[in-house]
């Protein structure tokens, strides 16, 4: 059974950092893209950032640059999602997310076919 696992949310003051981790298991990514989004409350889902399956390419959202990096960590099956200078509008449940073949990334919600439940991330003002 395939499994996407967040952690590293939490609530952290505006101008903080903070780094969530996703756990893959069940199978390999190695040569898939994987991702990020999140949703605010009352918004739709919105892409973060992308990274292929080697890890040499990424793609970001409107607006994500430069605040939002992702990585990731084939031999642990493990991608990363590194956000600075936090602000308020951050505040959102963030999702991993998978494809299951495919090794380019994507902002289209649905070319993933696996997502974790999510971790929440509330930022202060």
């Known amino acids: 059974q395939v499994q996407l696992v967040e952690s590293g949310g939490g609530l952290v003051q505006a101008g903080g950092s903070l780094r969530l981790s996703c756990a893959a298991s069940?199978?390999?990514?190695?040569?898939?893209?994987m991702g990020w989004f999140r949703q605010a409350p009352e918004k739709a889902r919105e892409f973060v950032v992308a990274?292929?399956?080697?890890?040499?390419?990424?793609m970001y959202g409107n607006s994500m640059k430069g605040r939002f990096t992702i990585s990731r960590d084939n031999a642990k099956n493990m991608v990363y999602l590194q956000i600075n200078s936090l602000k308020p509008e951050d505040t959102a449940v963030y999702y991993c997310?998978?494809?299951?073949?495919?090794?380019?990334?994507?902002?289209?919600?649905?070319?993933?076919?696996?997502w974790g439940q999510g971790t929440q991330v509330t930022v202060s003002s």
């Open positions: 997310a998978a494809k299951a073949s495919g090794n380019w990334p994507s902002i289209i919600r649905d070319e993933y076919d696996y």
């Open positions: 069940g199978r390999t990514f190695r040569n898939s893209a």
């Open positions: 990274i292929s399956g080697g890890g040499g390419n990424t």
